[in-house]
Nanobody
Framework: VQLVESGGGLVQAGGSLRLSCAASGRTFSNYAMGWFRQAPGKEREFVAAIGRSGSNTYYPDSVKGRFTISRDNAKNTVDLQMNRLKPEDTAVYYC???????????????????WGQGTQVTVSS
C-alpha cells in the first residue's frame, strides 16, 4: 500500500492543523492506520492509531484530548486533527499502515510495514 501525507505546516502554539493521508494499492479496510512523529535527534514515537473499522482508537498521554484520528474507508483516507498545538509537537509526522485481521490497532511502530514520506509540522512559541 502506498501512503501520501499532506497538511503539515507552520502554526503558532495553541493553533490547529489537520493532517491527511491518502492510501492506494490495497484494500484499505484490511489495514489499521497509525500516525507517528519524529523530532530531530529523537526516536520515532507513536501519536495515534485507528482500527480497521474506525471503532477503536488509541493515543499516548502526550496528545490525548488534543489530537483526534479518523478514517474514511470509502475514500481511503486517514486524518489527524491536531488542536492546542505545543512547540513540543514539532516533528515530521508519518502515516503508517498495519496489515491485520484484528480490529484493534497496534501502537508499536514495528508492526507497521508501510510508511508515507512524512510531513513537517512546526509549532512556534
Amino acid at each position: 500500500v502506498q501512503l501520501v501525507e499532506s497538511g503539515g505546516g507552520l502554526v503558532q502554539a495553541g493553533g490547529s492543523l489537520r493532517l491527511s493521508c491518502a492510501a492506494s494499492g490495497r484494500t484499505f479496510s484490511n489495514y489499521a492506520m497509525g500516525w507517528f512523529r519524529q523530532a530531530p535527534g529523537k526516536e520515532r514515537e507513536f501519536v495515534a492509531a485507528i482500527g480497521r473499522s474506525g471503532s477503536n482508537t488509541y493515543y499516548p498521554d502526550s496528545v490525548k484530548g488534543r489530537f483526534t484520528i479518523s478514517r474514511d474507508n470509502a475514500k481511503n483516507t486517514v486524518d489527524l486533527q491536531m488542536n492546542r498545538l505545543k512547540p513540543e509537537d514539532t516533528a515530521v509526522y508519518y502515516c503508517a499502515a498495519e496489515f491485520t485481521v484484528s480490529y484493534y490497532p497496534s501502537t508499536t511502530l514495528y508492526d507497521y510495514a508501510y510508511w508515507g514520506q512524512g510531513t513537517q509540522v512546526t509549532v512556534s512559541s
